[in-house]
Each structure stands twice: as structure tokens, then as C-alpha cells.
T-cell receptor, first 114, second 114 residues
Framework: EDKVVQSPLSLVVHEGDTVTLNCSYEVTNFRSLLWYKQEKKAPTFLFML????IEKKSGRLSSILDKKELFSILNITATQTGDSAIYLC??????????????FGQGTILTVHP | DGGITQSPKYLFRKEGQNVTLSCEQNLNHDAMYWYRQDPGQGLRLIYYSQIVNDFQKGDIAEGYSVSREKKESFPLTVTSAQKNPTAFYLC?????????????FGSGTRLTVV
């Protein structure tokens, strides 16, 4: 059974701090790993990672995948109060009838204080 | 604008009653998914459908049923057999099962059973 574990489960920081969110996984047929940000309702897509060691960046956010050690990190630099959200890591499976479904981690609740 | 519409946003039901949650998309996506979100547990897959008139059970299908009679619609029925139905329900879609894009999510329905 595919498994995704995120850490920490919650994190409280002050504006300007840098945070690193972790996602480790076990999967039988890896296709891709995705990061989402959920503020109030619908999760919004951040990154999709398929290749090991290639950093993806979007503004102050960046993410990288290590397929050998089976983990990914999401970095947020110079945090702002608008970064407060639940950050979800999800694994896309490539095998059989479960093709395309996502397995999510528990999420990391990030709170950024002014 | 294209997107996924879930309705209603909030739903209250008495214990023992069946209830149907609506999910409609005008993105012309083939694949649609239902997830349940509980605090501290991330998103868990209930059912998914890759094409019209076909669907598969996810990880927590017991007590739920779905139909996929039209490409744009994937309603979820929470039956009285579901032991703990109070949760936040998210519907998602993607162009097709092997799409390189992440999910597009609806805004969710918060179901409270009293």
C-alpha cells in the first residue's frame, strides 16, 4: 500500500523566517509527487516533481525530489502571513487500475505570525 | 470560466439519512475523484472514475456510492451505512488518467451529521 508521511504536522513561525516542509513516501509504482497549498477550501497546485535532484521554483517557494531516499522537501523563504495554510504532499501512482490516483499525506499546518 | 462546482457548501443531515453531494465540471476532463478530509488525516480517496459509466473504489469506499452517467457529473451519495460521515468532502478532476497535470479541485462540501 502506498504511503505518504509529512512532517512536521504543524509549524508556527514569524514573518521573514525560512521553513522546510518534509514529505517521505513508500510507493510501488512511482509516477510523480505533487505539492498543494490549501488555505480555506480547495487545494491549489504548487509543484509536480518527477525527476530526482531537479529543483522547481516559483517565487519564494521551491521544491526538490530525492527518489533514492524517497523524500521531497518544500522550502518557503522570507515567509509572509499569506503563506499560512495547510501544505499537502501527494503521490501519483503509475500502476494498473489505480493509475492516476493520488495518495495524500496528512498535511503540514503552517502558521506565519506578523 | 471553466472549473469544478461542488454544492452545497454546507450540509446538515440527521443520522440515518442518505445524502447526495453534487460535483459538476465544465473542463471536459475524463477523470474525476472524490476525497474526504478529516483533521490530521489529509485527504483520503473514496471513489474515482476514469471514464463515463465506469468507476472504482478508493481506499475508504464503504458507506458511499457514486455514479458517472455524464462526463461532467460525478455525484457522491453518503449512505446511512457510513459510520462517521461528518467531514469535508472534496471533488477533483484531471484531463485524463495519464495527464501530466495535477488535479483541479472543487471548493468542497462540509457535511455535518447530527
Amino acid at each position: 500500500e502506498d504511503k505518504v508521511v509529512q512532517s512536521p504536522l504543524s509549524l508556527v513561525v514569524h514573518e521573514g523566517d525560512t521553513v522546510t516542509l518534509n514529505c517521505s513516501y513508500e510507493v510501488t509504482n512511482f509516477r510523480s509527487l505533487l505539492w498543494y497549498k490549501q488555505e480555506k477550501k480547495a487545494p491549489t497546485f504548487l509543484f509536480m516533481l518527477t525527476s530526482s535532484g531537479i529543483e522547481k521554483k516559483s517565487g519564494r517557494l521551491s521544491s526538490i525530489l530525492d527518489k533514492k531516499e524517497l523524500f521531497s522537501i518544500l522550502n518557503i523563504t522570507a515567509t509572509q502571513t499569506g503563506d499560512s495554510a495547510i501544505y499537502l504532499c501527494a503521490l501519483a501512482n503509475a500502476g494498473g487500475t489505480s493509475y492516476g490516483k493520488l495518495t495524500f499525506g496528512q498535511g503540514t499546518i503552517l502558521t506565519v505570525h506578523p | 470560466d471553466g472549473g469544478i462546482t461542488q454544492s452545497p457548501k454546507y450540509l446538515f443531515r440527521k443520522e440515518g439519512q442518505n445524502v447526495t453531494l453534487s460535483c459538476e465540471q465544465n473542463l471536459n476532463h475524463d477523470a474525476m475523484y472524490w476525497y474526504r478530509q478529516d483533521p490530521g488525516q489529509g485527504l483520503r480517496l473514496i471513489y474515482y472514475s476514469q471514464i463515463v459509466n465506469d468507476f472504482q473504489k478508493g481506499d475508504i469506499a464503504e458507506g458511499y456510492s457514486v455514479s458517472r452517467e455524464k462526463k461532467e457529473s460525478f455525484p457522491l451519495t453518503v449512505t446511512s451505512a457510513q459510520k462517521n460521515p461528518t467531514a469535508f468532502y472534496l471533488c477533483a478532476s484531471r484531463p485524463h488518467r495519464d495527464s501530466n497535470y495535477g488535479y483541479t479541485f472543487g471548493s468542497g462540501t462540509r457535511l455535518t451529521v447530527v
